[in-house]
């Protein structure tokens, strides 16, 4: 009996040990990170000269891996560079304008530019990671020491932030993508936009490598800080042919705004909307319509499940308007096919189908009208996904809304399908949750040789706001693919309408 208490005593002894030992473990590998944050954070910044841009750069932890170059107050672009939790932040704190324009505009500099450029952030960088790692150290010595005042509780501190930064450098170094710097994510003001981030075909056509982009993001801050009473007009490529997508404004007359906003901003060739212009097709909503003939730019409307045949004539008289509706025309360049959708759901008195195989199936006829009827087209304009993915192998490009949430699709056939957001944040029902829905839409950027897309920037305005935006940029891998038509029985286009529940 003595003997089983003994050993009882003993496992108790031997469980509040391993208790101890693993709590204190734990403590200690909290402190160490506060206190290699800490280092990091009060230390480790540090000042680098490249080119005439005089830098400020930090290493901080971060949920997100990361790096954020900040232009205040212009705005700031992040970029999706590594997986390791440390965020690389790049303020711009300083530029010589002058010195800019000269290296910029010296036929000797061409091609040395790039490598000078790429060479001053590289010692920079590692200036900022030996800073770090010396400071990070320090700060789980010392703070071990403060919190556990002893010497060997110090010194086990020290080890876990050798650990933990150790583990974190090889990660990033592991997981480091240069060709992040073409996707660009932009926070800012709207007008700073095309300037500071760039445009998409001369970063894919001319700037594909690390080093190039250096020099155009150099370029463009160099401009925007040297305007002193406005910002500097957009360079347009001319390469490029530049659509603005737009979908479900729903009678938000914000939604104007930020169309003209962004045609004048990113030179907009053509504006495609994809319906929903209105909420219930009726005649005093025809006024809304009235601000497409002062846009100055053709604007391509197909009509969606809230806009009545009556909608789609007060849209076909502004000028500068293109009512697309089973029918092609050739818009700046591009030869786009519209297909009207086939309900008109605030009618009550007619029965709306839901059935989304009779959707796919509309589609799929009209794709086979499409390609018997009419030459090659460059780009579909329909309101419903369900409708849109029906025309998967007519295309190379399919836009279409009706959901009020963005996405995009690459089919099996090698057809990009890409579902607008709401611009008008959904009219009144941005104001039925507790967040207001964001308002969106994307300038795509297509070859004006070949018409196919390069790029596009997506654009979100948080709630019913309008001055900053956030921007992200994605570049089309593989823009020459080959489009090969899925092979259907589809039924004829005519007949009764079919449709699907309105969101």
């Given at each position: 009996?003595?003997?089983?208490?003994?050993?009882?005593?003993?496992?108790?002894?031997?469980?509040?040990?391993?208790?101890?030992?693993?709590?204190?473990?734990?403590?200690?590998?909290?402190?160490?990170?506060?206190?290699?944050?800490?280092?990091?954070?009060?230390?480790?910044?540090?000042?680098?000269?490249?080119?005439?841009?005089?830098?400020?750069?930090?290493?901080?932890?971060?949920?997100?891996?990361?790096?954020?170059?900040?232009?205040?107050?212009?705005?700031?672009?992040?970029?999706?560079?590594?997986?390791?939790?440390?965020?690389?932040?790049?303020?711009?704190?300083?530029?010589?304008?002058?010195?800019?324009?000269?290296?910029?505009?010296?036929?000797?500099?061409?091609?040395?530019?790039?490598?000078?450029?790429?060479?001053?952030?590289?010692?920079?960088?590692?200036?900022?990671?030996?800073?770090?790692?010396?400071?990070?150290?320090?700060?789980?010595l010392i703070f071990s020491l403060i919190v556990f005042r002893g010497l060997r509780a110090a010194l086990a501190g020290l080890l876990a932030g050798?650990?933990?930064?150790?583990?974190?450098?090889?990660?990033?170094?592991?997981?480091?993508?240069?060709?992040?710097?073409?996707?660009?994510?932009?926070?800012?003001?709207?007008?700073?936009?095309?300037?500071?981030?760039?445009?998409?075909?001369?970063?894919?056509?001319?700037?594909?490598?690390?080093?190039?982009?250096?020099?155009?993001?150099?370029?463009?801050?160099?401009?925007?800080?040297?305007?002193?009473?406005?910002?500097?007009?957009?360079?347009?490529?001319?390469?490029?042919?530049?659509?603005?997508?737009?979908?479900?404004?729903?009678?938000?007359?914000?939604?104007?705004?930020?169309?003209?906003?962004?045609?004048?901003?990113?030179?907009?060739?053509?504006?495609?909307?994809?319906?929903?212009?209105?909420?219930?097709?009726?005649?005093?909503?025809?006024?809304?319509?009235?601000?497409?003939?002062?846009?100055?730019?053709?604007?391509?409307?197909?009509?969606?499940?809230?806009?009545?045949?009556?909608?789609?004539?007060?849209?076909?008289?502004?000028?500068?308007?293109?009512?697309?509706?089973?029918?092609?025309?050739?818009?700046?360049?591009?030869?786009?096919?519209?297909?009207?959708?086939?309900?008109?759901?605030?009618?009550?008195?007619?029965?709306?189908?839901?059935?989304?195989?009779?959707?796919?199936?509309?589609?799929?006829?009209?794709?086979?009208?499409?390609?018997?009827?009419?030459?090659?087209?460059?780009?579909?304009?329909?309101?419903?996904?369900?409708?849109?993915?029906?025309?998967?192998?007519?295309?190379?490009?399919?836009?279409?809304?009706?959901?009020?949430?963005?996405?995009?699709?690459l089919l099996p056939s090698g057809t990009r399908v890409l579902v607008q957001g709401s611009t008008g944040g959904a009219g009144l029902r941005a104001?039925?949750?507790?967040?207001?829905?964001?308002?969106?839409?994307?300038?795509?950027?297509?070859?004006?040789?070949?018409?196919?897309?390069?790029?596009?920037?997506?654009?979100?305005?948080?709630?019913?706001?309008?001055?900053?935006?956030?921007?992200?940029?994605?570049?089309?891998?593989?823009?020459?693919?080959?489009?090969?038509?899925?092979?259907?029985?589809?039924?004829?286009?005519?007949?009764?309408?079919?449709?699907?529940?309105?969101?």
């Open positions: 009996m003595d003997l089983t208490r003994w050993a009882q005593g003993i496992r108790r002894a031997a469980t509040g040990r391993t208790v101890r030992l693993i709590s204190r473990a734990v403590a200690g590998s909290v402190v160490a990170v506060v206190g290699v944050w800490l280092g990091m954070a009060l230390g480790g910044p540090v000042l680098a000269t490249v080119g005439p841009v005089d830098v400020g750069m930090s290493a901080e932890l971060s949920l997100r891996g990361e790096t954020v170059v900040d232009a205040h107050p212009l705005g700031s672009l992040l970029f999706d560079t590594h997986d390791a939790p440390v965020r690389l932040r790049v303020t711009l704190e300083n530029i010589d304008s002058n010195q800019a324009r000269a290296m910029l505009e010296d036929p000797r500099l061409s091609d040395r530019l790039p490598a000078l450029l790429e060479k001053e952030l590289r010692e920079g960088v590692s200036a900022l990671a030996l800073r770090s790692i010396a400071c990070g150290l320090a700060g789980a050798v650990v933990m930064i150790a583990g974190i450098g090889t990660t990033a170094l592991l997981t480091f993508r240069p060709g992040s710097v073409v996707e660009p994510e932009y926070t800012g003001l709207l007008a700073g936009a095309p300037s500071l981030v760039g445009d998409a075909e001369s970063i894919v056509t001319r700037f594909e490598s690390y080093r190039g982009q250096l020099v155009k993001l150099v370029d463009n801050v160099s401009q925007l800080y040297d305007a002193v009473s406005s910002l500097p007009v957009y360079d347009a490529d001319p390469t490029s042919i530049r659509i603005l997508h737009v979908s479900d404004i729903h009678l938000n007359p914000i939604a104007w705004n930020l169309v003209r906003s962004v045609t004048a901003q990113f030179k907009i060739d053509a504006v495609v909307d994809t319906g929903d212009l209105t909420d219930h097709g009726s005649g005093p909503e025809d006024n809304f319509v009235k601000e497409i003939g002062r846009l100055g730019v053709p604007y391509v409307f197909v009509r969606g499940n809230h806009d009545s045949k009556a909608t789609q004539r007060a849209v076909a008289k502004q000028k500068g308007a293109i009512v697309l509706d089973d029918s092609v025309k050739e818009v700046a360049g591009l030869r786009i096919y519209g297909l009207g959708d086939p309900r008109f759901t605030p009618d009550k008195s007619v029965p709306v189908d839901s059935d989304l195989e009779s959707l796919a199936a509309l589609g799929r006829a009209h794709a086979v009208r499409l390609g018997q009827a009419f030459e090659p087209v460059d780009l579909v304009a329909v309101h419903d996904p369900t409708i849109a993915k029906g025309f998967s192998g007519s295309a190379p490009m399919v836009l279409t809304g009706h959901s009020h949430a963005r996405s995009t699709e104001l039925e949750h507790d967040e207001p829905t964001p308002v969106m839409a994307s300038v795509l950027y297509f070859d004006r040789e070949t018409h196919r897309l390069r790029a596009w920037d997506d654009i979100t305005l948080g709630g019913l706001g309008e001055q900053s935006v956030q921007i992200q940029r994605h570049v089309e891998n593989d823009p020459g693919r080959t489009i090969s038509p899925e092979p259907t029985i589809a039924p004829s286009p005519t007949g009764s309408t079919v449709g699907t529940a309105t969101p």
